[in-house]
């Protein structure tokens, strides 16, 4: 079996947060299911480099970086372009009550 794993190695500060949501759009178009696609920048990532037991899924205990989008990205996985809120360390960094440059171009 083949693990796909999203993601970049180059880190925060030299890729762009929206280099994230094309490489998992780019999965969803290879023929992966939304689902797997986002799994495979989350919990799967977080799996392939022995780190689940501190965060890659919401449990507690684990870090949790989250997001919320305006949309399904199950159905629509450019939703995932239209950030509304970005939570890190349990703190809001980011939230936005207008759709995104980006996501009003993807659609």
Same mark, same amino acid.
């Given at each position: ?60 205990? &684990?870090?949790?970086?989250?997001? /919320? #989008? @305006?949309?399904?990205?199950? =159905?629509?996985?450019? !939703?995932?372009?239209?950030? $509304? &809120?970005?939570?890190?360390?349990? /703190? #809001? @960094?980011?939230?936005?009550? =207008?759709?995104?440059? !980006?996501?009003?171009?993807? $659609?």
């Amino acid at each position: 079996m083949t693990t796909i794993v999203a993601g970049t190695d180059a880190g925060w500060r030299f890729t762009p947060f929206d280099a994230l949501p094309e490489e998992v759009a780019l999965l969803c178009r290879s023929g992966i299911p939304a689902m797997s696609a986002i799994q495979a920048a989350t919990s799967r990532a977080a799996a392939v480099m022995g780190r689940e037991h501190e965060f890659g899924s919401v449990k507690p205990g &684990l870090a949790a970086d989250l997001i /919320a #989008v @305006h949309g399904d990205p199950l =159905t629509d996985i450019a !939703a995932l372009r239209d950030l $509304r &809120l970005v939570m890190q360390a349990g /703190a #809001v @960094h980011a939230q936005s009550t =207008t759709a995104s440059p !980006a996501a009003a171009a993807a $659609r």
